[in-house]
């Protein structure tokens, strides 16, 4: 952030007597941010990456050298990687309407926008909207914040404002100013190529926190009476337990008896580990002792490790049961064809990715292969999705394989990199719909591999899960580049309390579903092929009561096992063929029955209306609902 200082004032020089000791008036100019809008413009800036976001200051201008901004917000805009524009001229005043509604009575003092990645600068397209600003307000700013070069502790922002071309051609400096800021940080070459001191000058800027500010950040992140629980290096502990050693040297009796009330006490936490390691040595040396015993180790053998509790370290990714019926339904839709879309969802940590939701994308797609068609739909459908309070962002993306297994082909693998290129924790889903069945789904997440992990020999990631152990790859998905161009993670289905009655509620029947009859042509159809299938069942029957005269007791019991037991489906056809005519019969018959109750109650049926009262009724509900036989003339 650099400021430049006027060597040379435009009118003459006063006299040096009158300048020697008289007192100069700081017009150094500069911003003070606050630490709300500070954090809100690195949080909008990073939820961008890697396109640019754009926002409004708001704040006041205290005098004619000194700007404070409260609070920002982001505005409608269109953005690339490189560039940012408004889009909605009216949004800002409506926002501004709506702030003054409640309370909030700041002006806009200029805007804000990001650059992911190249540090802080104005290209041309900024400097077109800087104009614009200026022509509202001619100390409007101009601020650039890199959410990606800013880390704790550092953060790499400026603020700009532009140089009039008139300053220009009289070789004036654009702002006169007694600091001398500028020169204790030197401007970027990169800033200078783009035009620093020569279209636009950088302007200082400071960061002043209130009571309730330093509050705020102070709780931000404060840790837990469970942060005390974690333990720390042994090295650590001795060179505490040294230190409080040294200070107790100087401390009288009641001084020590109240020195560790509400502190750790770093000798008794020393001691608990300690013989925690003791009892660990020891076990160790009593099983090398009985190896000795049974047989001398040989001194090839190697060292035997402690074995001590690791971090479960296993990636995985948690599928939410709409987002898999989505893509069963969306997969099966299109057989023979693959399709895709796009996962939506969150990076929890750096182990776990959950999918909530899923969405199908344009795509032009063939038997073997899928790929997208319309670059513009993605952002378009976040867009809509923000507007109906839905924030997930994309966790990467499915397609199906109809018939042939999970795997990634070459063009799957093309796409991955490009999703990879925008977050390099996305994940592909492969999902085949005929294969999965009631009860077991076919479908599979990778990530790729780098591959200069693979040129050093390494594994693509460190884990101490077994489960990869528990499900071995298939042949297909290892011939086509399986843990040789990607991996695969691990996938696991976690529902809630809404997503369990969801799916109990999904097929579940009513009672007026034993009401519906089906056409007497299609019942008829049913029962002349069970009776069909039962003939044939009752020959297989014969037969088999005539083989198991001649089987011992041990084949008799093993005889059905991997074949058709013809008495068991026999069975069932009975069952089954009695249980549709009943209730075929019997739903017929319900109309007769109603026709009878209407002539022995007096009434007579009155026509649909949509306007019924709580008291109307029609007495031929049944009648209208379930349709039997037609009456014998």
Known sequence: MAILIRTAPSAPLPPPSVAIGAPTVDTAEQVYISSLALLKMLKHGRAGVPMEVMGLMLGEFVDDYTIRVYDVFAMPQSGTGVSVEAVDPVFQADMLYMLKQT????????????????????????????????????????????????????????????????????????????????????????????GLNRLYYSININYR???????????????????????ENYSEHCKLNENSLEDEENLTKEELAIKRMGNQDPKRHLEENVEKLMLLLIQLILERTILKNGGPLEESDEETVIDVPIADTAEQVLISSLALMKMLKH????????????????????????????????????????????????????????????????????????????????????????????????????????????????????RLINPDIILTKQESRQVTSNLGHLRKACKKALVHGLNLHYYSICINYRKNELEQKMLLNLHKKTWMDCLTLTKYSEQSKFNDDTVQEMLKLMKNYKKSLEDEEMLTPEQLAIRHIGSQDPKRHLEQKVDTLMSSNIVQCLGAMLDTVAETLVRTCGLREKPAHPKLGLNDTIPTTVSSTVRGPPESP
């Open 331 to 446: 997969g099966r839709a299109g057989v023979p064809m693959e399709v895709m879309g796009l996962m939506l969802g969150e990076f929890i940590d750096d182990y776990t990715v959950r999918v909530v939701d899923v969405f199908a994308i344009p795509q032009i797609g063939t038997g073997v292969s899928v790929e997208a068609v319309d670059s513009v739909f993605q952002a378009d459908m976040l867009q809509m999705l923000k507007q109906t309070g839905r924030p997930e962002m994309v966790v990467g993306w499915y397609h199906s394989h109809p018939g042939f297994g999970c795997w990634l082909s070459n063009i799957d693998i093309n796409t991955q990199q490009s999703f990879e290129a925008l977050s390099k924790r996305a994940i592909a889903v492969v999902i085949d719909p005929i294969q999965s069945v009631r009860g077991k789904v076919v479908i599979d997440a990778f």
């Open 103 to 194: 309370g909030r009575p700041e002006m806009v003092v200029g805007w804000y926008h990001s650059h992911p990645g190249f540090g802080c600068w104005l290209s041309r397209v900024d400097i077109n909207t800087q104009q614009s600003f200026e022509a509202l307000s001619k100390r409007a700013i101009a601020v650039v914040i890199d959410p990606i070069q800013s880390v704790k502790g550092k953060v790499v922002i400026d603020a700009f404002r532009l140089i009039n071309p008139n300053t220009l051609i009289l070789r004036q400096e654009p702002r006169q100013v007694t600091s001398n800021l500028g020169h204790l940080r030197e401007p970027s070459i990169q800033a200078l190529c783009h």
């Open 209 to 231: 926190k209130n009571e309730l500010e330093q509050k705020m950040l102070l709780n931000l992140n404060k840790k837990t009476w469970m942060d005390g629980l974690t333990l």
